[in-house]
């Protein structure tokens, strides 16, 4: 599995935008970037994937570097419910069914 | 749907203990995961379902796991004889693929939390 890197935790304060970074420098060609974010106390849940362009929902930006060796999560102006552990995840988009491989993600602190 | 639900929250058992897991995942969901996830630490991966068949293994899955998903639809995780090391939160996630095709955004539930004294 291809491997990502992120800082072990980050704060912030509310209100603010927040880039979390991530890099996959061995990322191949048909890896799409996923990030999922993991609240106290619940289960993962997802945030938003992309492969090349970048992305916005509602929840969040992705900004995916020209050459796909980093990516970055932007959360446009964080709040106190943003507080998670927050993964960025390679997966196959040729692979089927694929099982997601979490590292240790990064922990956002915001504080008020 | 109320999304994936799992069942219980928390569990509490006797080292050697038998305990029992189960999953709900969202109805027109085709594929269904467990993973485990211990303090600090990103869940890892336990076992895959598309279907009723289960298709992958960790090997951290040992000889006194094994999980069912007789119908197709709920899934069980079955520990034996279990130890302290046994500890840990057990996710279970759902998503729906077409095929061998890539599947959408996988849906976690809230875990069930087992305690191994």
């Known amino acids: 599995d291809a491997k990502t890197t992120q800082p072990n935790s980050m704060e912030s304060n509310e209100e603010e935008p927040v880039h979390l970074p991530c890099n996959h420098s061995t990322i191949s060609g048909t890896d799409y970037i996923h990030w999922y974010r993991q609240l106290p106390s619940q289960g993962p849940e997802y945030v938003i994937h992309g492969l090349t362009s970048n992305v916005n929902n509602r929840m969040a930006s992705l900004a995916i570097a020209e050459d796909r060796k980093s990516s970055t999560l932007i959360l446009h102006r964080a709040t106190l419910r943003d507080a998670a552990v927050y993964y960025c995840?390679?997966?196959?988009?040729?692979?089927?069914?694929?099982?997601?491989?979490f590292g240790q993600g990064t922990r956002l602190t915001i504080n008020p | 749907d109320t999304g994936v639900s799992q069942d219980p929250r928390h569990k509490i058992t006797k080292r050697g203990q038998n305990v029992t897991f189960r999953c709900d995942p969202i109805?027109?969901?085709?594929?269904l995961y467990w993973y485990r996830q211990t303090l600090g630490q990103g869940p890892e991966f336990l076992t895959y379902?598309?279907?009723?068949?289960?298709?992958?293994k960790s090997r951290l899955l040992s000889d006194r796991f094994s999980a069912e998903r007789p119908k197709g639809s709920f899934s069980t995780l079955e520990i034996q004889r279990t130890e302290q090391g046994d500890s840990a939160m057990y996710l279970c996630a759902s998503s729906f693929g077409p095929g061998q095709g890539a599947d959408t955004e996988a849906f976690f539930g809230q875990g069930t939390r087992l305690t191994v004294v």
């Open positions: 995840i390679l997966r196959d988009v040729f692979q089927g069914a694929q099982k997601l491989v």
């Open positions: 109805s027109e969901h085709n594929r």
């Open positions: 379902f598309q279907n009723e068949a289960q298709l992958e």
